[in-house]
């Protein structure tokens, strides 16, 4: 499977992405604007019927900090597509073909499979994905979400802050580092295509990990701690003329 990287245009794109080239299959994470169909295996969750799965929910507590409001919660990747659309989002053709119609020309980063080398397994062994899925079509104006379902968030949230600091500190990109990634529900991932269209799903619910040790959301926003020490996940959604 490969990694995340966005393909809309550069203003559009977020700052870092799980994705691996489909010409290469070598997991790549990108901090600058390029970051970050039904088709899919004999899973039920992108098949086109009616999932058995309850929607998206209010779930478990995300982070330790005492004060941590409840994050929505969804297990299946039907169940986030429905979440997506409940926040008035289009989502349609709910894939796990890296390759279908609409999704990144990257692809995305998904569980390993025997055609991955070691140094790629072991890469996606540190983000602990256990399924991912697309829908929506990037080239839309609104673009479309790459859904991951971690089997262990922490590792996910962890492997993030690794990144994102490791790249910050070799390419002096800290204003990207403010910025987040990842749309955090209490058991699934989201990673927009366009990051603009984040801040409807922040207002939905769902929160950016930022892991600028120099971070303070502005007065009004939620910030709670995230599952990675030193990062916090929070609904401010930074703008690039503000960097």
Known sequence: MTSPVPTSSPEARTPMALRKPLTTGVVTVMLLAALSACGADSDSDTDSGSSSSAPASSGSDSGSGSGSAKLPSAKTLRDVQEFITGAGLPCDNLTEDESAKGTPSEGFLGPADEDDTGAEKAEIDAWAI?????????????????????????AFQENYRKKVRDTSADEGWRD?????????????????????????????GLLLENCDPAFKAPDGYRTQDAQASGCVLTSYLSDALDQ
């Open 130 to 154: 256990e399924k991912s899925g697309f829908c929506g079509e990037t080239r839309s104006d609104l673009g479309g979400w790459i859904i991951y379902l971690p089997s262990d968030m922490k």
């Open 176 to 204: 990207k580092m403010a910025r987040g990634k990842f749309l955090f529900g209490a058991d699934f991932v989201v990673d927009p295509t366009n990051y603009q269209a984040s801040k409807t799903l922040l207002q939905a």
